[in-house]
T-cell receptor
Framework: GAVVSQHPSWVICKSGTSVKIECRSLDFQATTMFWYRQFPKQSLMLMATSNEGSKATYEQGVEKDKFLINHASLTLSTLTVTSAHPEDSSFYIC???????????FGPGTRLTVL | GQQLNQSPQSMFIQEGEDVSMNCTSSSIFNTWLWYKQDPGEGPVLLIALYKAGELTSNGRLTAQFGITRKDSFLNISASIPSDVGIYFCAGSLNTGTASKLTFGTGTRLQVTL
């Protein structure tokens, strides 16, 4: 299947700092990527849809100024958690559909811990 | 956001046993996907279903797309220790690269020797 990578795999930061997470499609181009958040022992919750060359679409209840998304190329989307606080600590996962759009592939996730 | 209901929530089985889990929705989906997630990793696609009534196998795994388009099940035969993990169903209304997925609540599988 298609390969999606994320960087970093984990990050620890102080409260108030901003953290950038990268999501790359390695062997296909993705005009659309998706960002999810997963709390311990819970399911994945969609945060936003990242659109190449245009603004991201955020799900209800997700602060767009808090979670900045940039999709500058067909293989890279970034999620920046601005002014991070301990409650933002979570597992962040991105995904993209392959070129046929039939199946969704996920990155390995980024564990964010805000102290 | 909306979530699909998965059952059971968790299962403890012995190695060699067969496993069955299902996923139900109050609304219809046109695609059903089944994923497995290991701790600290992203979900890995197991089986994709695109047509109501479709039955698809992938090794020891078999999944079916319910005829009403509101449910799907996943069976694992002759379970082995590496089957341990959390299994998620996911549905989407549309195909196409921009189509969103709605996830199930997950089934946690434990396999004992």
């Amino acid at each position: 299947g298609a390969v999606v990578s994320q960087h970093p795999s984990w990050v620890i930061c102080k409260s108030g700092t901003s953290v950038k997470i990268e999501c790359r499609s390695l062997d296909f181009q993705a005009t659309t990527m998706f960002w999810y958040r997963q709390f311990p022992k819970q399911s994945l919750m969609l945060m936003a849809t990242s659109n190449e060359g245009s603004k991201a679409t955020y799900e209800q209840g997700v602060e767009k100024d808090k979670f900045l998304i940039n999709h500058a190329s067909l293989t890279l989307s970034t999620l920046t958690v601005t002014s991070a606080h301990p409650e933002d600590s979570s597992f962040y996962i991105c995904s993209a559909r392959d070129g046929r759009g039939t199946s969704m592939f996920f990155g390995p996730g980024t564990r964010l811990t805000v102290l | 956001g909306q979530q699909l209901n998965q059952s059971p929530q968790s299962m403890f089985i012995q190695e060699g046993e067969d496993v069955s889990m299902n996923c139900t929705s109050s609304s219809i989906f046109n695609t059903w996907l089944w994923y497995k997630q290991d701790p600290g990793e992203g979900p890995v696609l197991l089986i994709a279903l695109y047509k109501a009534g479709e039955l698809t196998s992938n090794g020891r795994l078999t999944a079916q797309f319910g005829i009403t388009r509101k449910d799907s099940f996943l069976n694992i035969s002759a379970s082995i220790p590496s089957d341990v993990g959390i299994y998620f169903c996911a549905g989407s209304l549309n195909t196409g690269t921009a189509s969103k997925l709605t996830f199930g609540t997950g089934t946690r599988l434990q396999v004992t020797l």
